[in-house]
């Protein structure tokens, strides 16, 4: 089975600290590779990448994909509470078929 | 514009049993997925429902199944229940079309199975 590996599975920090999550993949054939930020059900849309080494920024937060060491990274800076959710990266097949990780779930502490 | 709905929001029920989830896409969205959450998986596709046909599957057993209606509104089915399909049950809408158009989802279905 296709597998998104997200790391790490827990962090805690500090606001004003800035913090990089992980997602790994093993397969290429997919069309694009999304973010998502999962507060108390739904999941709500970040970004979505599908070409490798161009960034995509909203605010604090930035994303970058690198196909050929087949992994993606969010980046934000100057955390606050607010930020205090599970974060999601999923693969997009064909039409609306996706795969997602498991999740990083940050804990930002005042 | 309302958003996606899910009903129930809450169900409990027992090992054996079945249960039915509904979801009401965002108005004029005609895709609908179906995913189910739990701590250990994480967020796990079930499949994808387009203008009333089965568009993608996942890799989950024949005891979950789905289906469309005219008006786009979907139904997921579980027959009998198992203690692991416990979970947060989600759907997602998107208009569907071709390429990527992105997906809202619903508040979920928090299914507990005794």
């Known amino acids: 089975e296709d597998k998104v590996v997200q790391s790490p599975l827990s962090l805690v920090v500090h606001e004003g600290d800035t913090v990089t999550l992980n997602c790994s993949y093993e397969?290429?054939?997919?069309?694009?590779l999304l973010w998502y930020k999962q507060e108390k059900k739904a999941p709500t849309f970040l970004f979505m990448l599908?070409?490798?080494?161009i960034e995509k920024k909203s605010g604090r937060l930035s994303s970058i994909l690198d196909k050929k060491e087949l992994f993606s990274i969010l980046n934000i800076t100057a955390t606050q509470t607010g930020d205090s959710a599970i974060y999601l990266c999923?693969?997009?097949?064909?039409?609306?078929?996706?795969?997602f990780g498991s999740g990083t779930k940050l804990n930002v502490k005042p | 514009k309302a958003g996606v709905t899910q009903t129930p929001r809450y169900l409990i029920k027992t090992r054996g049993q079945q249960v039915t989830l509904s979801c009401s896409p965002i108005?004029?969205?005609?895709?609908v997925s179906w995913y189910q959450q739990t701590p250990g998986q994480g967020l796990q596709f079930l499949f994808e429902?387009?203008?009333?046909?089965?568009?993608n599957k996942g890799n989950f057993p024949g005891r979950f199944s789905g289906r469309q209606f005219s008006n786009s509104r979907s139904e997921m089915n579980v027959s009998t229940l198992e203690l692991g399909d416990s979970a947060l049950y989600l759907c997602a809408s998107s208009s569907g079309a071709q390429g990527y158009n992105e997906q809202f989802f619903g508040p979920g279905t928090r299914l507990t199975v005794l």
């Open positions: 429902y387009f203008s009333e046909t089965q568009r």
């Open positions: 999923a693969l997009r097949y064909n039409f609306n078929k996706f795969y």
């Open positions: 599908t070409s490798s080494g």
């Open positions: 108005s004029g969205h005609r895709s």
């Open positions: 397969v290429t054939n997919f069309r694009s």
